[in-house]
């Protein structure tokens, strides 16, 4: 009878890390030398060619300009299996950094302040380290650099672009920078981050000033959560986001500000709410309120931007695979998703099951808070070959599970 080519045992997470360790210099010089020379949203030229020689040169087949700047790599092995696909994100936040390091942003409002110059070493490093043990890989990898993340425009562009449609990958996933200690991750099964909704209030006449105020105060007061100011603040997010069906289960989080317009004021408004379902009725109570101010009309940026929703299963999946390696503490598994921040990884996770996991980052006794969007947003380098280590030996797992 015949029987499958055996495909020779996959490489076991000491060896990875072994391979990791032996790029790690290299890793951080190119995550340094991004750190740099960040490029803002739509603009990362330099970065796109930087990994996509690191990638030509390591042996995948690479394809650039994918939706802008966005590089996808594959990596074959020549034989049967499924495909798997990891996404990196490669821009930077509009912002100035706090300069702390030798290496700070050269370039006036642009700063890896959101750690995606982590993300693309350490994606880099992936698929360095695959490519080395690719004969013993189980299928096929591919790598999705991403452009534009923090202007969410750039995984619909990608996506537009066909890249789902031309590699098909069985499941996607991704890591994010967090503020937990190196060796430490979270997994977020069922939860991720909340989507956007944008919309503005015009409001006329003599009274525009008082009636926009009253507006302001309104949407204002949709929040139902605060961003966290202290310490006492922060240890009381980790134990609401580590509670099942707690505070954070359900969250609406508001802001806005109040400008001249021409013939009166205008209130612009941004608000994140979870989960998604909630959006139509917030919408309806914004109309309400708007209605019972004369002459004031609400204009709705488009449909609210989708939440990103881990999968389950593959979250489970990585926290399995993460404790074997790591040790039975090394994982925190959040019941309820940040109403902080946003990411359109999630448009990749309606199309392909998949999941995000937190990379710690943080190294609390020297003081580096691993906090992306902090304006003085540090990160442990070593997070950098944890990473690698931990995503080459998780995906070469997953092209060996079952569907
Ligand atoms: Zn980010």
Do not use: K
């Not at 590089?71 to 706090?98: H, I, K, N, Q, S």
């Amino acid at each position: 009878m015949p029987t499958a080519p055996a495909v020779p045992p996959a490489p076991g997470h000491a060896e990875l890390g072994e391979l990791a360790a032996g790029i790690d210099g290299e890793l951080v010089a190119l995550r340094r030398t991004l750190h740099r020379h960040p490029e803002l949203a739509g603009q990362e030229r330099r970065t796109a060619a930087l990994v996509a020689g690191r990638l030509r040169a390591a042996g995948l087949t690479v394809t650039t300009g994918v939706g802008g700047h966005g590089v996808v790599a594959v990596l074959d092995r020549a034989g049967e299996g499924p495909t798997v696909a990891y996404r990196a994100d490669m821009d930077a936040v509009p912002a100035d950094e706090e300069p702390a390091e030798g290496f700070s942003s050269r370039v006036p409002g642009a700063a890896h302040l959101c750690g995606h110059d982590l993300h693309v070493a350490i994606g880099v490093g992936i698929a360095r380290v695959l490519a080395r043990v690719r004969e013993r890989l189980g299928g096929r990898v591919v790598f999705v650099f991403q452009p534009a993340e923090e202007t969410l425009a750039g995984a619909r562009a990608m996506i537009e672009d066909g890249v789902l449609d031309r590699t098909r990958p069985r499941e996607i996933h991704a890591l994010h920078c967090g503020p937990l200690p190196v060796g430490a991750f979270a997994v977020m099964p069922g939860f991720g981050h909340p989507g956007l909704d944008r919309f503005t209030i015009d409001v006329p006449g003599p009274g525009a000033e008082a009636g926009g105020r009253r507006l302001r105060a309104m949407v204002d007061g949709l929040s139902t959560t605060t961003p966290p100011r202290t310490p006492e603040d922060r240890a009381r997010l980790v134990e609401d986001l580590t509670t099942p069906d707690g505070p954070l289960a359900r969250f609406v989080l508001a802001g806005s500000s109040l400008a001249p317009a021409p013939g009166g004021v205008r209130v612009s408004a941004w608000l994140r709410a979870w989960p998604d379902s909630r959006y139509s009725g917030i919408r309806d109570a914004v109309r309400r309120a708007v209605e019972s101010a004369p002459g004031a009309r609400v204009t709705f940026a488009g449909e609210p931007f989708p939440s990103m929703v881990c999968s389950p299963e593959l979250s489970e999946a990585a926290a399995a695979h993460l404790r074997e390696a790591y040790g039975p503490d090394a994982v925190t598994v959040l019941h309820a998703s940040f109403p902080f921040a946003g990411e359109d990884f999630g448009l990749f996770l309606r199309r392909v099951p998949g999941a995000m996991y937190f990379l710690g980052v943080a190294d609390p006794a020297s003081g580096v808070n691993g906090a992306p969007h902090a304006p003085d947003f540090v990160a442990d380098e070593r997070a950098i070959r944890v990473g690698v280590q931990a995503m080459a030996g998780f995906l070469s797992s997953r092209l060996a599970a079952q569907p």
